[in-house]
């Protein structure tokens, strides 16, 4: 006997996959921005589902800093292998060494707000009008008036007082030449949807996610990886601990948490007895009440 | 959380003054669903802005402007999650294109909390807040009659609610309808049941919330599948495999049925329903599948299948109740593209019935001309005929929504009566 419902993981799939089957159909050139984090992870995963048997029919897209964890570069390239998908790189170096862009300075300098640029030029040297990203409205307040579809002008700008109201499933992707859209599949989906559903579907993750050892620098209340980036002041110390990454950005603004949660089962425990947000760890969340709302509307993620 | 826990969306409809920020912020709370660094943030704006200890209301706004004005702007969704079930809040608000927001915000809730300030009872607000949410069909009906502690817990005074509501609201097309005595600032009956009231029998909010009967929200009779897209993989394994990709948007299709096609008419049975994980003998809503026919015919986005022996109406004529949701008023005769399911044509409204004075639920059959948030009666007449149930039977194949070309816009959303 068959109940005919969904449960809660089935029915945000199922969500996921009718919104991204209508990218497909309402845009001529879509993208899926991925990073190489656990939400763009999980976008090409439900990809994978909303075109099989097809192949995934649109490429990925990495905004790539220089700032790279060298692991998520590493499952970047294993996973477009996996899939028999197109890669698009936009590199941030190129848009810096074009004079596109300037290198921020001091101390806590970083190429997080630079990628605004490159991921405009790449939209738009490629031509694509619509970037469908891992965004969800749970991370922060910003986001949580975030629609499915969301409308950028020709200077790729977001504009959240003037949004059009999305009603039903019924979605409008319309846009003039120039313009284009940001879609979030998994808009619905809080960080411990996602943990549920990657355990449940068992979907391959970098092993940053895991509890490691790892060198690192406690600074603004997370451990900060060591890399050729990071600039130690007096009284830091590079230590050795026992960390996993709860989101994953540049290498110089990703902190870690101190965990020993080495699998899928015991990170789900872990992040659902969590008292602070994910991005609480992240710096360039950190820098203003309004810095999420400010980069987006400039056309960040 | 169960495997079998299922989604419940609902919209909060009321404003600022009526305690629905405090409502929000005391779910959120005593679910234990606001994170230690939200919370911390919200101490230092209250702090800062002088008030007197947390105003959880900041909690739900999210705009800069929002912040700075005090006002919500745009519906916010929130989320929560409890052993039982997993909840989405379409929080909409109060006072700016309030009928806009909260139109949109039900468009997809199983439940709608409305919230009455027991001082004041049956307002306005009260009949406009519960003629939208009758009027979107949103299945469940929950007034929260707030700041019980303010009239001394009486239970005089929630019988009196009551009885103003359910006057009014006979008028209304609501399959359930529950009260709720409450007290948000306090916790009375949201998450634990008051120790102030014990005259009310019933179930406090978030254990109404948590087991009201929702499965059957979704029409599983009429078998309706509108088609997406096409998957033609063309590669080695499949090479002549042609899913037609979708949701079902109501009820249950099953291998072999027989089904048409709608517009052209052609007939066929389902040969196969897959996804990526298994091939499946039946698909429901709202299910996303590719689903095979044993014929070979031309089906293309825009196309409905549906079973044989049960198939919607196709018209070019439609009824509709519409909502104007753009500050541009429509011109007269204009075109627009006109949206339902994954169908699009070109649409004109031939003539407006009449108007609804949303604040005494009157017909205005003299003064028709629609302007931002006026929900009115309409025909409309299309190019191409839709295939349309009525909107009071079916949410997804009952609605439409009109673009403007000249902008692209989203200009207004109808249900078809």
Redesign the interface.
């Known amino acids: 006997m068959?109940?005919?419902?969904?449960?809660?993981l089935?029915?945000?799939?199922?969500?996921a996959?009718?919104i991204l089957?209508?990218v497909?159909?309402q845009f001529d050139n879509p993208v899926i921005l991925f990073s190489g984090g656990k939400d763009s992870i999980l976008v090409t995963h439900l990809a994978?589902?909303?075109?099989?048997?097809?192949?995934i029919p649109f490429p990925l897209m990495h905004v790539d800093t220089g700032h790279n964890f060298p692991e998520t570069i590493q499952f970047r390239d294993d996973i477009i292998k996996d899939l028999g998908a197109q890669l698009i790189v936009g590199s941030v170096q190129e848009s810096i060494d074009d004079g596109r862009v300037a290198e921020e300075k001091g101390k806590n300098a970083t190429r997080n707000a630079l990628q605004i640029t490159t991921l405009l030029d790449a939209i738009e040297s490629n031509k694509i009008d619509c970037a469908i990203g891992g965004g969800r409205?749970?991370e922060e307040?910003?986001r949580?008036?975030e629609r499915f579809f969301s409308h950028r002008d020709d200077f790729g700008q977001w504009d959240?007082?003037n949004?059009?109201?999305?009603?039903?499933?019924?979605f409008?992707g319309?846009?003039?030449e120039g313009e284009h859209f940001r879609a979030f599949p998994i808009?619905?989906w809080?960080e411990?949807?996602v943990w549920?559903y990657i355990k449940r579907e068992n979907i391959a993750i970098p092993s940053l996610y895991y509890a490691h050892e790892r060198e690192v620098v406690w600074r603004q209340d997370s451990w900060i990886p060591n890399s050729e980036f990071l600039v130690l002041e007096d009284h830091e110390e590079i230590v050795t601990k026992k960390i996993r990454f709860r989101t994953l950005g540049d290498i110089t603004i990703t902190g870690g948490i101190e965990s020993d949660a080495d699998t899928l089962e015991k990170i789900a425990n872990e992040v659902s007895g969590?008292?602070?947000?994910e991005r609480?760890n992240r710096s360039d969340d950190k820098r203003s009440?309004?810095a999420m709302?400010?980069r987006k509307r400039q056309g960040y993620f | 959380?169960l495997?079998?826990?299922?989604?419940l969306r609902f919209t909060t409809a009321g404003s600022v003054d009526d305690g629905k920020s405090t409502l929000i912020g005391r779910l959120l709370y005593d679910s234990k669903s606001i994170?230690?660094?939200?919370l911390e943030?919200i101490e230092n704006?209250s702090k800062r802005k002088g008030h007197d200890g947390v105003d959880l209301a900041l909690f739900t706004?999210?705009?800069?402007?929002e912040?700075e004005q005090g006002i919500t702007?745009?519906?916010?969704?929130?989320?929560f999650?409890t052993p039982k079930?997993?909840f989405?809040i379409a929080d909409t608000p109060g006072h700016i294109q309030y009928t806009?927001?909260m139109?949109?915000g039900a468009?997809?809730a199983n439940a709608a909390i409305i919230l009455v300030d027991a001082r004041h009872g049956v307002i306005e607000q009260t009949k406009r807040h519960s003629f939208i949410a009758s009027l979107l069909q949103i299945p469940h009906i929950i007034v929260c009659i707030n700041k019980m502690d303010l009239v001394d817990y009486s239970e005089e005074a929630y019988n009196k609610v009551i009885n103003e509501f359910e006057e009014f609201s006979s008028k209304l097309l609501i399959h359930d309808i529950r009260f709720i005595p409450i007290s948000a600032l306090n916790g009375d009956n949201v998450v634990n049941r008051s120790k102030n009231m014990n005259w009310y029998q019933g179930a406090p909010l978030l254990h109404t919330l948590e087991t009201m009967h929702?499965?059957s929200d979704?029409n599983?009779v009429d078998a309706r599948f509108p088609v997406?897209?096409i998957?033609?993989?063309?590669?080695e394994?499949?090479r002549d495999?042609r899913?037609y990709?979708?949701?079902v948007a109501s009820g249950?299709f099953r291998v072999g049925d027989e089904i048409t096609v709608m517009p052209s008419g052609f007939t066929s049975k389902i040969n196969s329903i897959?996804?990526?994980e298994a091939t499946l003998k039946?698909a429901?809503a709202?299910?996303?599948v590719?689903i095979t026919l044993e014929d070979d015919i031309d089906i293309g986005?825009g196309d409905m299948i549906v079973r044989s022996n049960n198939k919607p109406e196709p018209s070019q004529d439609i009824e509709v109740m519409l909502c104007w949701?753009h500050n541009n008023p429509p011109k007269p005769r204009a075109k627009y593209?006109i949206?339902?399911?994954?169908n699009e044509q070109k649409a004109m409204i031939k003539e407006v019935i009449y108007k609804i004075n949303i604040e005494s639920l009157d017909r205005n059959t003299e003064d028709k001309e629609l302007k931002m948030n006026d929900i009115s009666k309409v025909k409309l007449r299309t190019t191409k005929p839709l295939m349309i149930d009525a909107y009071r039977e079916n949410?997804?194949t009952g609605?439409?929504?009109l673009?403007d070309d000249a902008t692209?816009?989203?200009v207004a959303?109808g249900m078809i009566v």
């Open positions: 068959s109940k005919y419902y969904l449960n809660y089935d029915e945000l799939e199922s969500e996959i009718f089957r209508e497909w159909a994978k589902k909303a075109f099989y048997p097809a192949k409205r749970d307040k910003a949580a008036k959240p007082k949004q059009r109201p999305e009603l039903w499933n019924i409008n319309k846009h003039f808009s619905n809080t411990m949807d549920n969590m008292r602070q947000t609480g009440e309004s709302e400010d | 959380m495997d079998n826990n299922q989604l994170f230690e660094d939200q943030a704006t706004d999210g705009l800069k402007d912040r702007i745009d519906v916010a969704y929130r989320y999650t079930r997993k989405i806009r927001n139109v949109t468009s997809t929702i499965s979704i599983k997406q897209t998957l033609r993989p063309q590669s394994s499949h495999y899913g990709a979708g949701r249950i897959d996804t990526l039946e429901y709202p299910m996303s590719s986005r949701l593209s949206r339902h399911t994954t949410r997804t609605s439409v929504i673009i692209n816009e989203t959303a």
